[in-house]
């Protein structure tokens, strides 16, 4: 059976459990981190707008340490929703 296109998060997730080689005793912020650079890549969360010819929607791009910050507290993010309750 040939995969269809774009994976999903569920199969993103499996795929990247798999290749880590990691098993069923992962930590809660392995989960999260895992889970955090999944949507970092397939969204471009944290990137500053790329400058190029002609007029960007956005005039000012995001410095190191801000793209730094928004990856920080999407991790924050990711720790919470993986966080089992207690």
Do not use: W
């Amino acid at each position: 059976m040939a995969e269809t296109g774009n994976p999903t998060p569920a199969s993103a997730e499996a795929a990247a459990a798999g290749a880590s080689g990691s098993g069923p005793g992962r930590t809660p912020d392995e989960i999260a981190l895992e889970l955090m650079k999944f949507i970092a890549v397939s969204t471009g969360y944290g990137k500053g707008t790329q400058g190029g010819a002609g007029f960007s929607g956005k005039p000012s791009a995001k410095t190191p340490e801000e793209q730094t910050e928004a990856l920080l507290d999407l991790f924050q993010k990711c720790r919470k929703a993986v966080k089992p309750e207690s």
